[in-house]
Structure formats: C-alpha cells, structure tokens
C-alpha cells in the first residue's frame, strides 16, 4: 500500500491516522485519479455526466432535485459549478483531447451575430463510450482519504476500529457514489451513436436560434416550444428527411428535460406535435430501406474480385473482401456487426460455421445471438470456406487466432495490422463491389447485404420463425418489410379470376 502522499488510506483502527485523514478532508483534497477541487468538496469524476445531467442528490433545501431527477445545467460559461452548488467542477473537455467525452461547442457569437444564447448553451457534454468504459466505483481508500461520508465520517470519528468491509459498503452508499453510478445509468441509457447524434442536432438547434436572436432576451430559461418549432420547421424547408426531424426533436428534448417541464413531459407540446404530424402528412415518405444484393449479383462480385488479383497484395485482399461479403449476405449482417467480428466468435463445425454476434443495434445490453452459417454447394461462393480461406492467409490461424476478424491491409503489403475495421470501411469494400457490377449506389449500400440474405431466404420459402433467429429481428412486421418484396407475386389472390 502507498503512502499517504500517494492518496492511500492508512490502516483503520488507528485514531491518528483517523485524525489525519479528517484534516484532510477539511482540506478538500481529492484522492487519486480525480482531478483536484478549486474549493473545498472534490470535483465529480470525469466523464460521467451525459447532456449536462447531474443526478440529483443534492439536499431538499438546495432545492436543485431528488434522487432520480435529471437536471440539465446550461452553463453560463466555462468552469461554473454543478448542480447543486458544489463549485470547481473539472473543466470539460472534448472527445478528441482525451477527455472521454463529445463536447457541444457554441459558434461564436461574434461570427454569427448571436445574442448569448450560444454561449450559455456552450459545454453540454454528452457521454462517451470511453467515459463509460473507464468508470470504476471508488475504493475504500478513495473514500476515507477524500472523506467521501465513509463509516469514520458517519460515525463523527469514534475510536471504535473500521474494518474494510464495513468501509466499502459505507462508500458504496455514500451519495456521492450514488450520484456517480446514476449518472453513469444516464450515460449508458442510449447508445453512444445515438448521443453523438444528439449532440449534433442540439448543437444545430441553438446555432440556428442563436444567429436569429431567439429567444430575444438569450436567455435559455425562455426558450418556449415555439421556438423549437421553428427551428424544426426550417429543417423541413431545407430537405431534410422526416425521419431526420423527428430525431432532432429527440434529441433537442434530451438535451432540455430537466430544464424545461414541456421538455420533461411524456407529451410533445401541441405546436411541435403539430409541426411533426404536418410534415410528415405532406412529405408522406416512404422508408429508405436499401435494395437487397440478390444471388447473382452476390455471385459477380466474388467474381470480379478474384479476376482483379494481380499480385500476393491483392490475392490477400481479395481473400478478405470476398468474406466479408459472404458472411455479410448468408449471415444477414450489419456493417457494424461485421467490423465487431473477432476470430473467437467463430467456431466451425461439420456442417458449417457458427457466428457469435456479442452485440448489435436490437441487442444493446449484449446477450449475445449465435447464428449458423452452412457450406454453400458451390464452393466458389461459400462463406465458410472463403473465411477458412482469409484466416490462412491473413496468418490468424494457431496462437494467433484471436483479436479482429476482419483488418485492414497496407497498400502493397502482404501483411495484415492488428486493429480491426470500422464500418465505414466495411461499407466502402461493399460499396466498390456494388459499383463493379453496376448497382446504383443511391439505392445500394452496406446493408443491401443484409437485407439480400434475408430476401433470398424468404424467397426460397425458409419459415419465417426460422429467418427472424437469423436476422435477429425482434417482430415479425419488421421482418416483413424485407419479405413483401420477395414473395409479392406469392399472393395468388388476382390469379385467373378475370373473363375466361
């Protein structure tokens, strides 16, 4: 164990080192891995507040909430104080500079000719994965050093000796950890895409409003349904898609519960209800769904890819795209399920392959989905085989058979990285290969795959029970939007029924 110049609690039992660890505490010093107070009370760890969200433990007189409550705090500039009045919060950092968090910048409004709004909307993070990832409790020794309302600090600092146990539990419950581990509920409440994107609308939403000096006054406080409804329908008179609106609404409302009770409440105030139910009627958009990668499309671009194959370097990465094709068609898988592969989540047996997918967009808390994948009739075009096939070449075969499945590969080199791909590299892969054979890349994308094993299977008469084990889908209307097209002409109901 450290010292205690290190942050490390010294043993219980001992009314010194009891007596020390209280001046400390007066003293607000932070314990190891926070950053350090401006004042007394330590800062909030870092990271942990989604969309400016501070659980509410604060007490009854402060009046800022009651465990459980969600309030957003728009900050007047950088570096104010929490909810709750505790001051010298750490200063709020960007994804990009480490500090595990994506960050709501305001325009300045110098260059847009804003009236404040933006300023005191500036700083609204959103919590990241990297966050959330690297939350852990406080120890027993964070919490006595930090005086963090641990059993020695309840019990006024009796002589009678804490053992460790009874310390953990007394941190564990102590409302600051009770803070933490809400606010880290709030954080994983959506997944880390759906924050981002919330974090771009609000940050388009206050832009827009700002630059038109709403609300006159640039006061947050006054923003009024009204005003959303504006900036949503400027949305509409831009082009953007239905689905788009009612996603920024989302996410402006996300942003705003907590501060606002017509943001908080289950009900979308009449006037954006209306601006919302209006253009959906006008536009009457029909799903964007991509076309499905049928068969013989599939077929031509394995093809084509192996025709291109002009040295090691290309032999490689043909073995690679090949798969990720296959897999991605028989499998029925997103683009993010394919980048999330790992060579572990495969197991080949007698009759194919079977392929763990840990995650995927219905599955956010990872129960996990196992989905079996047969030998084709022709080898040319079976997955199992092409993936043996890109295992052997790529060297993932042995001791190394673990981490990313899928990784990128140098140009001209005939080795493979370490990391994996994301799925805007799967989708471009998927894209070359559409454009190769001619597909209209408008209407084809990465989850033609997809949505092309799950065509052919319905096509071929596989039950739908059967489809939806494979695809994941949790409905059956949401299955049928991929089967209508397949089987429309299955629907015999018009067959010969005219003048004979």
Not at 37 to 56: D, F, K, R, T, Y
Not at 273 to 288: D, F, I, N
Not at 363 to 391: H, I, M
Not at 446 to 457: D, F, K, V
Request: proline residues 7%.
């Amino acid at each position: 164990m450290g010292t205690e110049d290190e942050g490390s609690a010294p043993p219980g039992g001992c009314e010194e080192n009891r007596r020390s660890m209280r001046a400390r505490s007066d003293e607000g010093s932070a314990p190891p891995g926070r950053r350090e107070s401006a004042c007394q009370g330590n800062a909030p760890p870092e990271g942990l507040g989604g969309i400016g969200v501070s659980a509410g433990m604060e007490s009854a007189a402060s009046g800022e909430g009651r465990l459980g409550e969600k309030v957003v705090t728009i900050s007047e500039s950088e570096g104010n104080a929490p909810p709750g009045g505790r001051e010298g919060a750490p200063p709020r950092e960007s994804a990009a500079s480490g500090g595990g968090r994506l960050e709501v910048g305001a325009v300045e409004s110098a260059a847009s000719g804003a009236n404040g709004l933006e300023a005191k909307h500036a700083s609204q993070p959103y919590g990241s994965k990297a966050a959330r990832t690297q939350r852990t409790p406080p120890t027993t020794e964070e919490s006595a050093a930090s005086g963090a309302n641990g059993l020695e600090s309840a019990a006024g600092g009796a002589d009678t000796p804490t053992n460790a146990a009874s310390g953990a539990t007394a941190s564990l419950t102590s409302p600051r950890a009770l803070e933490d581990r809400f606010s880290e509920y709030l954080t994983h409440s959506r997944a880390e895409n759906t924050f981002k994107a919330y974090a771009e609308d609000w940050k388009g939403c206050i832009a827009w409003l700002a630059a038109r000096g709403l609300p006159p006054s640039g006061d947050p406080a006054e923003l009024s349904p009204a005003h959303i409804a504006q900036y949503l329908t400027s949305l509409d008179l831009a082009g953007k898609r239905v689905s788009t609106i009612k996603r920024a609404w989302f996410g402006i409302k996300y942003a705003l519960r907590g501060r606002h009770e017509w943001a908080s409440s289950r009900q979308t105030p009449e006037v954006i209800a209306t601006v919302l139910g209006s253009v959906a009627r006008l536009r009457q958009e029909k799903p964007a769904g991509k076309k499905a990668v049928t068969p013989g499309e599939l077929a031509r671009m394995v093809d084509l890819l192996e025709a291109e194959v002009a040295g090691p370097s290309d032999a490689l990465r043909s073995a690679r795209d090949s798969a990720i094709l296959l897999v991605g068609w028989y499998a029925m898988l997103r683009r993010g399920e394919l980048s999330a592969l790992e060579v572990t989540d495969l197991a080949f047996e007698p009759r194919g392959m079977r392929v763990t997918i840990r995650h995927s967009k219905t599955d956010q808390a990872g129960k996990g989905l196992e989905k079996p994948v047969f030998f084709a009739s022709n080898p040319t075009y079976c997955p199992v085989l092409a993936t043996k096939r890109w295992l052997e070449r790529a060297g993932l075969v042995d001791e190394r058979a673990a981490g990313p499945l899928f990784r990128p590969i140098p140009r001209g080199s005939t080795c493979v990285g370490d990391e994996g791909m994301g799925g805007t590299a799967i989708w471009a892969i998927v894209k070359k290969a559409c454009s190769s054979v001619g597909l209209d890349l408008a209407t084809y994308g990465a989850h033609s795959l997809r949505a092309g094993g799950i065509t052919a299977s319905a096509a071929a008469g596989k039950p739908l029970e059967q489809i939806m084990k494979v695809s994941g889908h949790r409905s059956v209307e949401q299955l049928l939007e991929y089967v209508r097209p397949a089987t429309l002409f299955e629907n015999e109901a018009t067959k010969d029924i005219g003048p004979k």
